[in-house]
């Protein structure tokens, strides 16, 4: 069975805090990716890794930065966090055929105060 | 540019009421189309993708169709627990991964 996994479902940090979320697949993918959904606005895409140790940037990359050094884990890093940061992310992963499905975890909830 | 929209923006059905959502793209060259199913905090659940016009998938009460400018979704005889944003996806032949998303249907199927 399909599994991605975050490690939190709901955070809180103050302005200005670096923050950590990560991300794990069990179903050996090449493909993770990083999103953040908002209402109104829809799935927008931050990064995305390839490979280990490679990535891309996505939509709306500015503020973020990304981590790959294991296949099956993906850490998002917000440097120094803001409020317009705010938002529900979420991770997935998929194959690299060109055609394959993504598989979402179940989110973390964030709270920039 | 590349677009995926979703009609209607919300949906309310009493339960047994048959219906459809749409989801029409507008890309340079389509490589897949992926519905999920999404509830309220959750992740998308995946249900479907489709792969090229006239290719139906179908699931319990769902039914997913796809022609070359957009996809159906058809909710047959639908229950409250079908109640869920459903969201529409496309991959495009451009050479990357991504995905283009449309914002989505928010279904209430009421008892």
Sequence with gaps: DVKVTQSSRYLVK??????????????DHENM??????PGLGLRL????????????GDI???????????????LILESASTNQTSMYLCASGGA???ETQYFGPGTRLLVL | EDQVTQSP???????GESSSLNCSY????????FWYRQDPGKGPEFLFTLYSAGEEKEKERLKATLTKKESFLHITAPKPEDSATYLCAVQTSSGTYKYIFGTGTRLKVLA
């Design chain 1, 97 to 99: 055929s060109g055609k």
């Design chain 1, 14 to 27: 103050r302005t200005g805090e670096k923050v950590f979320l990560e991300c794990v697949q069990d179903m």
């Design chain 1, 61 to 75: 990359p500015e503020g973020y930065s990304v981590s790959r050094e294991k296949k099956e884990r993906f850490s």
């Design chain 1, 46 to 57: 931050i990064y995305f890794s390839y490979d280990v140790k490679m990535k891309e940037k």
């Design chain 2, 26 to 33: 507008t890309v340079s060259g389509l490589r897949g189309l």
């Design chain 1, 33 to 38: 990716f990083w999103y953040r959904q908002d």
């Design chain 2, 9 to 15: 923006e919300a949906l309310r059905l009493q339960e």
